[in-house]
């Protein structure tokens, strides 16, 4: 993994990753799967998702993973979201308790 997140702990290598576009470039590439990972759990789940793709399933795609060099305090890996760190969106918890109606005032509306 190379460290080349910018505007991070890490130091970007060159101009091109010191002003946080990087991961934005590696976007545009059709077949490169960018990845910026909150929690270590998330960055294993990836890895194993991209070596499927690219050895398992010979698919032709490159992955561009922007890593953090901080040290935070890791929540444990919730049961059973691998596929949605994949597909972009997990829930982190189940939250109880009564539905709640959302309102909002607008002086546009009045």
């Known amino acids: 993994m190379g460290a ?8 970007g290598e060159g101009l091109q990753h010191q002003d946080g576009h990087s991961l ?4 545009a590439v059709p077949h490169c799967r960018a ?10 789940a990836i890895i194993r998702h ?3 793709e690219m050895w398992g399933q010979n698919l032709d795609v490159f992955h561009y993973v922007m890593l953090y060099n901080e040290n935070q305090q890791q929540m ?4 059973d979201v691998d ?19 959302l309102g909002y005032s607008d002086p546009a509306q009045s």
Request: aromatic share 10%.
């Open 83 to 101: 596929d949605g760190i994949v597909r972009g969106a997990y829930k982190i918890e189940e939250v109880g308790g009564e539905e709640k109606s």
């Open 4 to 11: 080349t997140a910018g505007r991070t702990t890490l130091n």
């Open 76 to 79: 444990p890996k919730p049961p």
């Open 24 to 27: 934005l470039m590696a976007w």
């Open 50 to 52: 991209g070596i499927d």
């Open 35 to 44: 990845w910026d990972p909150a929690y270590a759990y998330e960055l294993a």
